[in-house]
């Protein structure tokens, strides 16, 4: 019975880690924007984050000011973009190994 125990919350803690750990080896598609502007996350200032299968994530490996005035009339405080992304979800981050603007303005 122990051993049953055991594996059901090892089976769940892989389980857990294994959907926190989401991988992006492939360019995909997501929506980029403030976090705390367009996204209502909670953060102490303005935060480039990606929004992935409805879920927000502040990004790391690429800062907000990086991508264009972020507070212009299409800037991430005021706007949600879309971008082509690789890196990994880890825990409540989204670690971006590459990070490219999508010009919808065609």
Do not use: W
């Not at 984050?49 to 009339?73: L, M, N, P, W």
């Not at 690789?86 to 190994?97: C, D, L, M, S, Y």
């Amino acid at each position: 019975m122990k051993k049953l125990i055991f594996m059901t919350f090892l089976f769940i803690g892989i389980s857990t880690q294994a959907q926190d750990k989401k991988k992006f080896d492939q360019p995909t598609v997501v929506e980029a924007s403030c976090g705390e502007c367009q996204f209502g996350m909670k953060g102490k200032s303005c935060d480039l984050a990606v929004r992935i299968d409805g879920k927000s994530y502040f990004v790391e490996g690429t800062k907000i000011d990086q991508h264009g005035d972020a507070h212009a009339k299409d800037g991430f405080c005021n706007a949600i973009r879309k971008a082509s992304v690789t890196g990994q979800i880890k825990g409540n981050k989204f670690i971006a190994t590459s990070f490219t603007l999508i010009d919808d303005k065609k």
